[in-house]
């Protein structure tokens, strides 16, 4: 059974120490093959990628909406504005969730963004090999990690995260991810995200350097490579002899 992006979407927010605003899953989806209205049902996974823009200290990203799986979180140690970025997965059940909220931002200053993709297809080991991560300070440009799948018909979902005091939307270098959202969230420490798909077919994926973004020193950024997994048929035949 082949992936499918079903929808996608990014969504930024003010710093809060309380709990953000819940985040439709129904509605205002701005990319996929599900359309702007697609509402997830049982069996669709809904992938989370959550950037804080935070100070020099590591925030812990979390999540509110319950039965999330934190997969991979990055923080470039060393910058005074740093890029907290952590992907969460969930699969829905017999009653699919129609909203997700992200856990506090921890400080009333520091922006939160998510990029949300729904994908359906996927295996029950999701992820098709350990994800790859990325950070770097004196710079918000999101230069996302190289990562080798494994399985034919994997789909590779790329995220970056900046932070910094004023922040820019990503765009792509050039065109090589499907279904590419991006968002900036403004706050005392702004914080920027973007996601795209790829669809892989063979040997070491390695995404270029973004565009868009800031470059101010005290700027930093963080970034991970999901390969999801697309459902394995067995192809075994079995035979039987009558005598």
Known sequence: MALDILAGKAVG????????AAISLTASWT????????????GDTVYVAYNIGGGAADVDVT????????????????GTTNANLAVFRKKMGGTPDTTVTPGSTTNNGYAGTVVIYVVSGIDSTPEDVTPTTASGTATAKANPPSISPATTGAVVLVFGGGSATTGAVY???????????????????????????????????????????????????SAACIAVRPIIVSTSKFFAQIF
């Open 63 to 78: 999540m509110t909406t319950s039965g999330y799986t934190e997969i991979t979180e990055v923080y470039p140690a060393g």
């Open 13 to 20: 927010f003010l710093g809060t120490t309380g709990t953000p």
């Open 171 to 221: 765009t792509q270098s050039g065109s090589e991810l499907s279904n590419f959202v991006s968002v900036l969230s403004g706050d005392t420490v702004d914080s920027m995200i973007g996601g795209g798909t790829f669809a892989w077919t063979s040997g070491a994926f390695d995404p270029v350097i973004w565009a868009g973004g800031t470059a101010g020193a005290n700027d930093s950024w």
């Open 31 to 42: 990319v996929g093959s599900g359309g702007a209205t697609y509402t997830p049902v049982t």
